[in-house]
Structures are given as C-alpha cells and as structure tokens.
C-alpha cells in the first residue's frame, strides 16, 4: 500500500519503508489526475491553498511536487523501488518482547490489507465479489516512460510540463482485487454469484493511454484500459 505522509510523522514508520523523493515526485504528480487513487494525496494539496480542481494548475501543482522533492511530505511503501529513510527523524525503537511490529510509545506499524491477506489461511470459499484492495504503480517504469515523454511534451511552446493526459502516456498501474463477502443488502445476487476462495488475489494491468471515449466530444480522451470498477461482481458460469 502506498501514502503520503507528513515528515513529522515519518517515525511511526520503519526506516527504509519511504520511496526516494526523486521517485516519489513522479508518482505524486501522475496521481494529481486521480487525488483519491493516493491516500495523503487530498491532505498534502489542502496544505499547499489548493483544491482537487485547480491542483493542476501551473503554480499549486508546483508547490505540492515542491513539498515532496524537499521530502517535507514523504511516500510510504510496502516495497519501495528505491528505499530512502529521511535524514534527522528518530525512529521509535523496536521492543523485541512485543514482536518486530511494536514500537516504543505504543504505536504499531500495520501491516497492508494485502499482506494480511496473503499471510492469513484461507479456510472457506463461497459466493462473494471483487473489491480494490491496493495500487501497484510501476515507478521505475513509469518514471522512463515519463522521461521519453517530456521530450515531445517540451517541443509544444507554451504548455505546461504534466498538464496534459498525453505527457503519461504509457504509464502503468496493477489494480489487486480481493474477493470478499457480500454484504447484506447484496444477498439477492449469491445464487448467481461466481465461487472463489474469500482472500483470493486478482490483478488487473492497466496502461494510461488516449482511446475511445463515446462521452467525450472529440470521441477519445486519456484514461487508464482496461477500465475496471473497484468493485466486480463476477457471475457464475
């Protein structure tokens, strides 16, 4: 799981679990076009006077990149792709009687839902649905896409760096599933419902490209395919 975090709280969390600024930096402006994919996301833009409509523009979108370059806001990862522990933060230490994931001062580090997921034992399966879990983004690959993009981008006098869908193209994400109970009010769809182990993993690659779009005016429109909801219900076959 990925989040942005103020650096005041960065010793809640374990040395080397923070994405390089250099890297994060790119992360955090791909995710300005959807602020809700990055938990922390919606805070930082606040902190910076601006809003989830005007995050875009010239002078916020600068400000925001700004406090992450600077490593004023830190990106928390599950696997970093390039670890980086922020120089004059004291870290909590650990208690080894309390287990490896207790720190001092009672604050303990959670692991991800997908870690809970994949450790706990899988015991019954049934009818159920597919719900968002987490965002996998491919931040080396993604950061050499947006470099081979900047080149074109660059080219156009008078536009912004990032302000247009075509400067990520190519970028990628992988959408992870988990398949999970129905709720209460979704009972009437168990008898049509596919049949999986609840906790079961499905991943879903998706790339940012410009396609057909039937809504937009000119008929496409930069969006990330295949389109998938963030919650499935899959029928049975």
Request: glycine share 8%.
């Amino acid at each position: 799981m990925k989040r942005l975090i103020p650096r005041k709280e960065a010793r809640k969390y374990r040395p080397g679990s923070f994405e390089k600024p250099f890297f994060a930096v790119s992360e955090v402006a791909g995710a300005l076009f959807r602020p809700y994919d990055l938990p922390g996301l919606i805070e930082l833009i606040h902190e910076c006077g601006s809003s989830i409509q005007n995050c875009l523009r010239e002078y916020p979108k600068n400000a925001i990149l700004k406090k992450v370059s600077d490593a004023d806001w830190l990106l928390v990862c599950s696997r970093p792709f390039s670890p980086f522990t922020p120089s004059g933060v004291e870290f909590w230490s650990e208690q080894p009687s309390l287990g490896k994931d207790r720190f001092v001062g009672g604050v303990r580090e959670e692991p991800s839902e997908i870690g809970k997921s994949a450790s706990q034992k899988i015991v019954d399966a049934g009818a159920g649905k597919w719900v968002l879990k987490e965002i996998d983004h491919d931040a080396f690959r993604n950061t050499l896409a947006i470099i081979a993009n900047r080149s074109g981008t660059i080219a156009n006098e008078g536009s912004v760096i990032f302000s247009e869908g075509k400067d990520w193209a190519n970028t990628s994400r992988t959408l992870i599933h988990e398949w999970v109970r129905l709720s209460a009010d979704e009972m009437h769809f168990e008898s049509r419902s596919a049949i999986h182990r609840y906790g079961d993993l499905k991943k879903t690659a998706q790339k940012y490209v410009g396609s057909d779009d039937h809504w937009a005016i000119t008929g496409q429109s930069w969006h990330w395919v295949p389109a998938t909801p963030n919650v499935i219900f899959e029928l049975r076959e």
